[in-house]
């Protein structure tokens, strides 16, 4: 419960959750909901390396190729690459979200979600970049452990929960008991390395070449993990590599769920290898409460049915997947004295001061 002067003071504050994702980038604001969200995309000059744009606009400008800029993403492998450009980007998001307030409230409290198994240097830094943009204190919070809250799995009990986040660039598994993650698995196999599979099969079987964002496109329409109720085909286009030219082709949803089988059957091997290593009571707890999907990769089609197949659990999407994180991670202001013990530590980014 709030007190009195909890709530007056709550309505005077900005409390943001920051969700630095490999493929997106979202920002709840406390009362208002999401207010940003956009690709994790910064344009940089390429004499300066001065950040000139970020997000959807960035994005866009990708696809032109152009000469004097470079696109960066920075988190594309959910690790803090180049400190810089992640620096500009959360100054950007951090502005973006207390301009959008019109009344003159104090400085933001920022809770920002990062891959799990960063090192404290990169901890550290962004840390430092929240508190340079602006921040007036700055809590840092794995994102499975977010994405767990903002799906509403009940972390702060004994009995036990699980998650599985899809994102672009990593998929993280958390099992959670007694308040805290138990055990964790995090790899580097998610949706963009769904896309490469077809991009890459387009190549071998077809002899077609089609980009990334072609491939994402198939993958959304008609990828899956589990034989659909009713398969069917869809045209891609792209450059017949034999003759140079232009070309459409019709695959079926059969032909690209083997395309990204391979992806899929590790994301299940993972899943089964950090139930393996659960105690028994803990898995008796998870086959009540099932496994919960978050992330982009959770909106692949089938691939709950694919997971409670396999490991004889059922799993279910999170609601609004793609937005837990950010949810997640502003939810924990706004149950500070209960959370907190959730956030990482950092030398100075655990406490209030
Ligand atoms: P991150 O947290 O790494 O930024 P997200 O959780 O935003 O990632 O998920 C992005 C990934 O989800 C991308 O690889 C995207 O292609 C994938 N994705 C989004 N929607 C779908 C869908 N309907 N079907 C399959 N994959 C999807
Ligand atoms: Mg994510």
Redesign the pocket.
């Known amino acids: 419960m709030l007190s009195p002067l909890d709530y007056i003071f709550g309505l005077f504050s900005l409390d943001i959750g920051i969700?630095l994702?490999?493929?997106?980038?979202?920002v709840y604001v406390r009362g208002k909901g999401i207010v940003i969200n956009e690709p994790?995309f910064v344009a940089v000059e390429r004499k300066t390396r001065q950040p000139i744009e970020v997000g959807a606009r960035a994005k866009e400008m990708w696809s032109k190729n152009p000469r004097d800029i470079v696109i960066v993403r920075p988190?594309r492998d959910?690790v803090i690459s180049e400190f810089e450009i992640t620096a500009a980007m959360l100054d950007y998001l951090i502005r973006k979200a207390h301009e959008q307030t019109w009344v003159p409230i104090p400085r933001p409290r920022v809770v920002i979600g990062i891959p799990s198994g960063v090192t404290e240097v990169e901890k550290r830094a962004v840390y430092d970049a929240a508190m340079q943009a602006g921040a007036r204190e700055a809590y840092l919070i794995e994102?499975p452990v977010a994405a767990a809250i903002g799906a509403g799995l009940p972390v702060q009990e004994t009995r036990g929960s699980m998650i599985v986040?899809?994102?672009?660039?990593?998929t993280e598994v958390a099992i959670f008991s007694l308040g805290g993650i138990v055990i964790s698995r995090s790899i580097r196999v998610?949706?963009?390395e769904?896309?490469e599979d077809i991009v890459r099969y387009m190549r071998n079987k077809h002899n077609l070449l089609i980009g990334e964002p072609t491939a994402?496109k198939v993958?959304?329409q008609i990828?899956s993990a589990f034989p659909l109720p009713q398969e069917r085909p869809v045209t891609v286009k792209g450059r017949n590599l034999m003759s140079g030219l232009p070309s459409a082709i019709e695959v079926s949803s059969i032909e690209m769920r083997e395309a990204i089988s391979g992806s899929v059957n590790i994301i299940v091997d993972t899943i089964k290898d950090a139930l393996d290593d659960t105690p028994p009571e803990l898995v008796a707890d998870l086959m009540e409460s099932g496994i919960c999907l978050?992330?982009?990769?959770?909106?692949?089609?089938g691939i709950a049915q694919r997971v409670s197949d396999e490991v004889n659990i059922r799993a279910y999407i999170a609601e609004d997947?793609?937005t837990c994180?950010a949810r997640g991670a502003g939810r924990v202001l706004e149950d500070y004295n209960n959370l907190r013990r959730l956030l990482v530590g950092t030398e100075r980014g655990s406490t209030r001061h």
């Open positions: 969700d994702g490999t493929a997106n980038t979202l994790s988190l959910g994102e986040d899809i994102g672009g660039g990593t998610a949706g963009d769904m896309d994402e993958k959304m990828g978050a992330g982009g990769g959770g909106l692949l089609q997947p793609l994180v």
